[in-house]
């Protein structure tokens, strides 16, 4: 997820704060359920909005596109005011980048001739590097400088076993950020400390070591979203699937924590693993019976939710 602001003034740029009419924010080329989300600017969606990164472009290009963060949201009754920051060690995107950008960030038709901020559901970075306008390792600079408090990890009990954290929920996740940002709020509202790993700085760790570092946790949660098409070789037609590394890290969670401390939630009609057919799965439903569900399966690994 990422946020979009285009200026018509070549000078937005120049200093914060900017200020955008509240009837172009949010709303304007954004998904409506993204845009359900955030449009009301309520203290939860502020505070999401600023975790994502921003594209700060000028209309039609007329001026060199930066990459940063918005710092602070500030809602008036007709406008929203905003303070941003770029981020200095990703380097300004040259004329052009962005329309050669253009299906790969969901960029309308019209969109570079209009003044507005769009939220669009792409994860910038990894577009960024495979189009070869940033490198991983400025990614993991600029992270490490946002690097939070390390895990929590419990000291051995007496007998010398690892104790559980019952503090932290690692969540494992695809390239469904409505159903990753939900999760999160909910594992936040039961006063528990949702570990999302693309939100822990790498500090040079591979991406398994990442897994291996932040996974010291008493429970997991894997969401399978329809975010890839498989089938066999030969077939006519595709089923829904998890991304690969959902699958990977769900079988790592549970040679890790033991199967009755991961939990599968599962959106929509998708295929999930045979080898593991064992594992209880738990529908991500619109009414919300995943989360009884979720907490009975948590209370049972020890949590007091």
Not at 193 to 210: D, F, N, V, W, Y
Request: net charge negative; hydrophobic share 40%.
């Amino acid at each position: 997820m990422f946020n979009l602001l285009i200026s018509s003034n070549p000078e937005s740029w120049d200093a914060s704060p900017y200020e955008i009419e509240r009837a172009r924010a949010v709303v304007e080329y954004t998904a409506d359920e993204i845009s359900e989300r955030y449009k009301f600017f309520d203290e939860k969606a502020i505070r999401e909005l600023k975790s994502f990164p921003c594209l700060f472009v000028i209309e039609n290009e007329q001026r060199e596109s930066r990459i940063g963060y918005i710092t602070n949201i500030r809602v008036r009754q007709a406008s929203v005011v905003m303070d941003f920051e770029f981020d200095q060690i990703f380097p300004p995107l040259p004329l052009g980048s962005i329309e050669t950008l253009r299906v790969d960030i969901d960029l309308g038709r019209w969109e570079l001739s209009r003044t507005h901020w769009a939220v669009k559901d792409e994860a910038l970075f990894d577009i960024l590097i495979k189009k070869g306008f940033i490198t991983q390792e400025q990614l993991n600079a600029s992270q490490a400088l946002k690097e939070p408090p390390p895990p929590v990890v419990p000291p051995p009990a007496a007998d010398g076993s690892l104790a559980f954290n019952n503090s932290q929920v690692f969540i494992v996740h695809g390239h469904d950020e409505i159903a990753k940002l939900e999760m999160a709020e909910f594992i936040e509202s039961l006063g528990l400390e949702p570990i999302i790993l693309h939100m822990q700085a790498s500090s040079g760790r591979t991406i398994i070591e990442k897994i291996e570092y932040y996974s010291n946790v008493g429970f997991g949660v894997v969401l399978y979203t329809p975010c890839d098409v498989g089938s066999k070789v030969g077939a006519l037609n595709g089923s829904y699937r998890a991304r690969q590394n959902v699958v990977f890290e769900h079988g790592y969670l549970i040679g890790k924590l033991g199967r009755p401390r991961v939990a599968a939630v599962v959106k929509g009609a998708i295929e999930t693993p045979n080898d593991i057919s064992g594992v209880v799965y738990i529908a991500l439903d619109e009414q919300g019976n995943w989360k009884e569900e979720l907490k009975k399966e948590m209370r049972s690994a020890g949590y007091g939710v």
